[in-house]
């Protein structure tokens, strides 16, 4: 069995009972919206609000995927939609240009191979590593 062990253990620091600073924002943000909404539209709309604004806070105050929070994970989900998804190599003319004319330059200074002699022992090794024989 395998288990998924946390390279880095971080915890965010309880502010208010048992929520963290970013949780007491939803709820107090949630909380300020809905008493806005109550003085400003009728009481079936702010009941529908009500309903939907409790469901999506609890969601971002409590639902976490893999340890990570319900917002950042839109937030990733939101750029990964948002980026290119096709990738195309291209060859760098510039790059390839400049190995081709080191190239001509060896080229044009050829030195003589090493000799090894056969009854050396790197001869004998490279005959070794040819054969496949250690």
Do not use: C, N, T
């Not at 048992?18 to 109550?38: D, E, R, T």
């Not at 290119?84 to 060896?106: C, D, R």
Request: charged residues 25%.
């Amino acid at each position: 069995m395998q288990f998924k062990v946390s390279k880095f253990l971080e915890r965010e620091a309880k502010i208010v009972g048992p929520f963290s600073y970013h949780q007491v924002l939803y709820l107090a943000l949630a909380g300020v919206v809905l008493v806005f909404l109550y003085f400003f539209v009728p009481v079936w709309l702010f009941l529908i609000a009500v309903l939907l604004m409790v469901g999506l806070v609890l969601a971002f105050v409590f639902i976490k995927i893999d340890g990570v929070p319900l917002p950042e994970v839109i937030k990733h989900s939101f750029g990964f939609f948002s980026s290119a998804k096709i990738y195309i190599w291209q060859k760098k003319e510039k790059i390839i240009s400049k190995i081709l004319k080191k190239e001509e330059e060896k080229e044009g200074e050829e030195e003589p191979p090493l000799k090894v002699s056969p009854e050396s022992k790197l001869g004998k090794l490279g005959s070794k590593i040819e054969i496949g024989r250690f």
